[in-house]
């Protein structure tokens, strides 16, 4: 492919045609911070950290997704891009517990994010959620960056057994009816918890040493975890798969 | 978890159903859960595993549709569920009051259901009812000018059937409007009806599209594209099939023009619909309604009926020995403000939550289905056999330069006389609110109107003299937006008004991005407090940031338009968002 020249924070780059605006920056050393971006998953460019300011446009352009142009002109750090930013952190911080993902807290050092920016604010603190012997579920520190239910689905596993409930503020990832993982058509490969950014999806065993059990209290709990999984209460495969393929 | 007796749940009749949907795949998820709440009142969880099965859809995405649309229900309801609408033309008849009576007597808190399951009560985002405010949606039934009198009759099912009375100094668009029922097809054709789609099946493709670019029309939906050139667009994008869409799903609170367009003149639309899908070749359509609008639909569904009866609609129907022939599909919505959005349109037809996908790529090359796609409002479609029949030339004699032919405006709030007006391009909005619409009730003064919708902006009376057309408004700061004009007199709280209409974006949000999904919380919860007279410190930054960065970085039209009327008022009354409220 051929190659386009364009201008960010006033260095010339030449990359080729189709890089996206985030790689390019990244090739002249110039680093956009991303939050939701992921290699492994289909990109969605929800978490809008990464917007840039391009000369024309009328909004902000998210530069994981967008592709450089001929002589486009990028600031990657304006006023508006710094403002937007700092507050999509502060927003972020005032909604879920981001104490598990230093990522995303070395970002609000770097953009002056206050945490306490917005009192009074309705967080998203739900209980953990702890049904099944691989991994505990712990939304409260869910960023909502879909890549559990996206690996889960068309973008490795094909498994489909996670996906969103509700809307807006109030949008969580659930399962069919809330049913627990184990009533579901999760086979416990793990792929969810390898691409969670913060903490919310972590494996059981590691949950439980931070609990303070001991190595042998942590096996004899998922032995015993597993065991119960076997039980009659399970759903029978029929029930569990209905309808997928 | 459901609890429903899995016992009870008899799958026949849904399985007779999904036996017709299957072939459609996931495409028929919507209509299916729709069909399946039909018949049990809710969503058991049996029925959903019967969908998931026959349309082979995980069982966890049907979860996440029901979940996502506001009129699907996963848990049992009252026989008759009571939408109340307390958005901001209800809100400032009462409609809070009207919540709190129609509770009160039931013993319910809004969101909940009677014990004996009778009444569902919803607290409702606007119905398109805000000439008749404050408005109920009682079931399928439409009854406005509620009053605390008159709140018994609601329940029993009376009421007020509202029908818009239709204004204006031209009658193009609302010729077949304001009689209170739809017109039939004999009557439609009897008008001159159909001689558009005629004239244009003698035409080429490429002729009827060079048409409706001279004309200079330009969408109605809010974004303001030129329809010649998205109609272009698609008609030269390889790929087929290609789709035409109309967007009928119109939410914004305070229109309302759609709505009579569809119940009172199904045919116009639907003519335009059809000139569209044979300008780009288009195999099939899709008219998608709005949920809360079950008198449209009807009407959209007769005429449908009566148009594939008498030939103009249907596979392989030679439509007028033109050699062309075009499916229709209506759809209805289900929920969501967002739907409206045409890529969220696009997903939820698919069987999908509403979600927006990122552009590009745009609808003309990569629309419903993946496939090159025209989707067009009501409004815009409405206008189509006009300029078909009667040239471009005709059609640029009435509005401007820039904007030309007429344009429906939908007047409520504080007027005299509310009501659908449709005038030419160009004139100001002193003439359309007060010499057409009689000015400011009870003889009160203008303190401000709301332009343009909750995505909108406030215009000041120092305004008045603003030419209504889309240049004199940009150049005015004003979105044209859907047509809104709602007035607010001197006594009207401006917070109260704002707070309303963030409680509305709050909740519409579908929640893909994080400027919006977590921005029009944080809007709503410091507009609140400020009309509640509790500002805090900064607060008047926090929302000039939160309002920036919706409309900077947000992934759609919703996040970028959360907070223009936030913003507009920040810049028009500084001081009203700091400290106590007076107005209280
Ligand atoms: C949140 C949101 C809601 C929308 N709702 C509607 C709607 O109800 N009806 C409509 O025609 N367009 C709506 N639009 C605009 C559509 O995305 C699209 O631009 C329009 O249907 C195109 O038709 P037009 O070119 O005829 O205006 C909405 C846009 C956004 C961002
Ligand atoms: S659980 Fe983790 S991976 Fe899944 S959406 Fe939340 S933060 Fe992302
Ligand atoms: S702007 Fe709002 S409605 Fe649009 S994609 Fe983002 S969260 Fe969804
Ligand atoms: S990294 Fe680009 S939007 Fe999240
Ligand atoms: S119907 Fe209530 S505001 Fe529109």
Redesign the pocket.
């Known amino acids: 492919m051929s190659d386009v020249t364009l201008t960010i924070d006033g260095q010339l780059v030449s990359v080729p045609a189709g890089t996206t605006i985030l790689q390019a920056a990244q090739s002249i050393g110039v680093e956009i911070p991303a939050i939701c971006y992921h290699e492994a998953c289909t990109p969605n460019a929800l978490c809008r950290n990464c917007v840039v300011e391009v000369e024309g446009a009328r909004v902000l352009v998210a530069s994981c997704v967008a592709q450089v142009a001929a002589n486009m002109v990028v600031y990657t750090r304006s006023p508006r891009v710094e403002r937007s930013r700092r507050t999509i952190l502060e927003m972020l911080a005032s909604a879920v517990d981001l104490s598990e993902a230093p990522e995303i807290q070395r970002m609000m050092r770097d953009y002056a994010a206050d945490a306490q920016r917005f009192p009074e604010a309705e967080r998203r603190d739900v209980p953990l959620i702890d049904d099944n012997p691989m991994y505990v579920r712990d939304y409260g520190k869910c960023i909502l960056c879909w890549r559990c239910v996206q690996v889960c689905a068309d973008d490795a596993q094909y498994t489909f057994a996670i996906n969103f409930s509700g809307r807006g503020y109030e949008t969580s990832i659930g399962t069919f009816f809330d049913k627990p993982m184990p009533a579901t058509t999760c086979v416990f490969c793990g792929q969810c918890v390898g691409v969670c950014p913060t903490g919310a999806l972590k494996p059981k065993s590691e949950w439980l040493l931070e609990q303070g059990l001991n190595i042998e209290q942590v096996f004899a709990a998922t032995r015993q975890e597993r065991k119960r999984r076997r039980e009659p209460t399970q759903m029978s495969g029929e029930e569990k798969g209905g309808g997928h393929d | 978890m459901s609890d429903y007796i899995g016992s009870d749940f008899d799958p026949v009749p849904l399985q007779g159903i999904l036996a017709q949907l299957a072939p459609q795949g996931r495409a028929a998820l919507l209509p299916a859960l729709q069909a399946a709440q039909a018949l049990y009142g809710y969503l058991p969880e049996p029925a959903t595993v019967e969908i998931g099965r026959a349309l082979k859809v995980p069982l966890a995405d049907i979860h996440g549709v029901i979940e996502f649309y506001s009129l699907l229900y996963a848990q049992p309801k009252g026989k008759t569920v009571l939408h109340v609408c307390t958005d901001p033309a209800c809100a400032l008849r009462g409609g809070e009051q009207v919540l709190a009576a129609i509770c009160q007597r039931l013993g319910v808190q809004p969101g909940e259901t009677t014990p004996d399951r009778e009444y569902t009560v919803e607290r409702a985002p606007c119905l398109g009812l805000c000439d008749h405010a404050p408005a109920v949606l009682r079931g399928q039934e439409a009854i406005g000018a509620v009053d605390l009198q008159s709140v018994g009759d609601v329940l029993q099912g009376r009421g007020n059937h509202p029908v818009t009375a239709c204004y204006g100094e031209t009658n193009d668009l609302i010729a077949g409007c304001g009689k209170g029922r739809a017109t039939t097809l004999t009557e439609y054709e009897a008008r001159g009806g159909y001689a558009g789609l005629r004239r244009a099946l003698s035409m080429s493709p490429a002729e009827v599209i060079a048409e409706v670019k001279a004309s200079g029309l330009v ?5 303001a ?1 030129p ?1 010649g050139v ?1 109609w272009e667009g698609a008609a030269q994008a390889p790929g087929q099939p290609k789709y035409v869409v109309c ?1 009928a ?4 609170p305070g229109t309302f023009k ?1 709505r009579v367009l569809m119940e009172e003149d199904p045919h116009l639309v639907l003519e335009g619909l059809l000139i569209a899908g044979y300008a780009i070749g288009a195999a099939k359509g899709y008219l998608y309604v709005r949920g809360e609008y079950p008198a449209a639909y009807q009407a959209l569904t007769v005429a449908v009926d009566e148009a594939r009866r008498a030939g103009y609609i249907g596979e392989g129907v030679d439509i007028l020995g033109s050699g062309y022939s075009i499916e229709i599909e209506l759809r209805l919505g289900a929920g969501a ?2 739907c ?3 890529t969220a349109l696009f997903e939820s037809i698919e069987g999908k939550r509403g979600f927006p996908r990122l552009k590009p790529p745009f609808p003309t090359t990569h629309g419903l289905f993946g496939k090159p796609t025209v ?4 409004e ?1 479609l409405a206008n189509i056999p006009r300029i078909v029949t009667q040239g471009a030339a005709v059609y640029r004699q009435l509005g401007t330069e820039k904007s030309p032919g007429v344009k429906l405006f939908c007047l409520s709030g504080d007027v005299v006389r509310p009501g659908l007006y449709e005038v030419p391009f160009g004139v100001s909005l002193r003439h359309l609110l007060f010499d057409l619409a009689g000015g400011v009730r009870q003889g009160r003064k203008l303190q401000a109107v709301l332009f343009g919708g909750a995505a909108g902006a406030f215009a000041t009376p120092d305004q008045l003299d603003v030419e209504m057309s889309f240049e004199g408004l940009r150049a005015a700061g004003l979105p044209l937006g859907s047509g809104v004009v709602m007035a607010l007199d001197e006594t009207r709280d401006l917070r109260r008004i704002l707070a309303g209409l963030a409680h509305f974006f709050a909740h519409e949000s579908c929640g893909k991005c994080y400027p919006c999904q977590i921005g029009t919380q944080r809007q709503y919860e410091i507009l609140r407090r400020v009309a509640d007279g509790k500002a805090l410190p900064g607060d008047a930054e926090r929302l000039a940031d939160v309002g920036w960065t919706m409309a900077d970085a947000s992934i ?3 996040g970028q338009t959360a907070a223009s009327a936030t913003l507009s008022a920040l810049k028009l009354w500084p001081e009203i968002f700091e400290g106590k409220n007076e107005k209280l």
């Open positions: 969408g109605r939906g809010g974004a594209f329809t998205k967007n799903d119109e939410s914004e759609d403000y967002i409206g959005e045409e989707i067009n409002n009501v815009t759609c039209g919703l």
